[in-house]
């Protein structure tokens, strides 16, 4: 969850996504995103997103539950085609960015590595958005950069850029 935060605490303003419930909605996503693990690990963001719409889940409104359902069912593999329209204001438009938020967070912790994360810079500008390695980090991480390139690949479908980058230094 630190990791989604401190990502989005740099995407936020230019992606208006300041809210403090947004900051809340992709802390719940981060902590439950692997909820469908529980019935099936085939496809288990599927069964996540199924769960976390129909449970019965006091304290969540059924809205609170369609964004969570929403975001978990896209955090990883190839991006649904439905679109966030299906969600109420400000969520129809909120939604997409917190899922590429919250997919850079699992992917960036393959493994559930213990080594920690160096500081990755994000700059988000329309459907754009740029991530910075400090220069040679990338090159000792050949997993992480295929599951970038592929990151690069699923988001150009959705007609978003991602761009990678390790060219500042630490």
């Known amino acids: ?70 975001v978990v069912c896209r955090h990883r593999r190839k991006l649904p085609v439905t679109d966030a329209q299906q969600l109420i204001p400000p969520w129809d438009v909120q939604a997409e960015p917190l899922v590429l938020v919250l997919r850079l967070a699992v992917l960036l912790h393959r493994g559930r590595s213990s080594v920690q994360l160096p500081v990755i810079k994000l700059a988000a500008r329309g459907r754009s958005l740029t991530m910075n390695f400090p220069r040679g980090w990338l090159k000792d ?30």
């Open 1 to 70: 969850g630190a990791t989604a935060l401190a990502l989005l605490a740099q995407v936020a303003e230019p992606w208006n996504l300041s809210d403090p419930q947004t900051e809340t909605l992709l802390e719940w996503a981060a902590r439950l995103h692997e909820i469908g693990l529980d019935v099936s690990h085939s496809q288990y963001q599927k069964h996540g997103a199924y769960l976390l719409e129909h449970a019965d889940m006091p304290g969540f409104t059924r809205e609170e539950q369609r964004v969570l359902s929403y």
């Open 141 to 170: 991480h050949a997993l992480t950069v295929a599951d970038l390139r592929q990151e690069v690949e699923y988001w150009k479908a959705a007609n978003l850029r991602l761009r990678v980058f390790d060219t500042y230094s630490a």
